[in-house]
Nanobody, 118 residues
Framework: QVQLVESGGGLVQAGGSLRLSCAAS????????AGWYRQVPGKERELVAR????????YYLDSVKGRFTISSDKVKNTMYLQMISLKPEDTAIYYC???????????WGQGTQVTVSS
C-alpha cells in the first residue's frame, strides 16, 4: 500500500504560479511511476505530468509543456508540480497518482483544488 497526501492548491490570478506537493508513505520502495492528473466537472480525469520514480523519464500534457515541471525529492518521498504562467483553463482538481507493486496498482491522493482567475 502507498498513501499519498497532496498540498499546495489554491486560488491564483492568471499568469501566476503555484507549487503542488505530494507526500508518499507506506511501501514507497515499490513505486514505479508517479504523476499528476486533473479533473473538471463533467470531464474525464486527464494526465498532466508523469515521471519514472527512479529515473529521468518524464511526460507532459502538450498544453502544459514549458509551464509545468514535475520533480521529486527521494529523501522526503515527495513529488512536486511547479506550475507557472497559469491559465484559467488550468482550473481543476489536481490528483497525485502513483503506480506501485508488481501489479502496477494505482494509488491516489485526495485531490487539491487549483483555481485560476482571469
Amino acid at each position: 500500500q502507498v498513501q499519498l497526501v497532496e498540498s499546495g492548491g489554491g486560488l491564483v490570478q492568471a499568469g501566476g504560479s503555484l507549487r503542488l506537493s505530494c507526500a508518499a508513505s507506506g511501501r514507497t520502495g515499490y513505486i514505479y511511476t508517479a504523476g499528476w492528473y486533473r479533473q473538471v466537472p463533467g470531464k474525464e480525469r486527464e494526465l498532466v505530468a508523469r515521471m519514472v520514480w527512479s529515473g529521468d523519464s518524464t511526460y507532459y500534457l502538450d498544453s502544459v509543456k514549458g509551464r509545468f515541471t514535475i520533480s521529486s525529492d527521494k529523501v522526503k518521498n515527495t513529488m512536486y508540480l511547479q506550475m507557472i504562467s497559469l491559465k484559467p483553463e488550468d482550473t481543476a482538481i489536481y490528483y497525485c497518482n502513483a503506480q506501485a507493486g508488481p501489479g502496477m496498482n494505482n494509488y491516489w491522493g485526495q485531490g487539491t483544488q487549483v483555481t485560476v482567475s482571469s
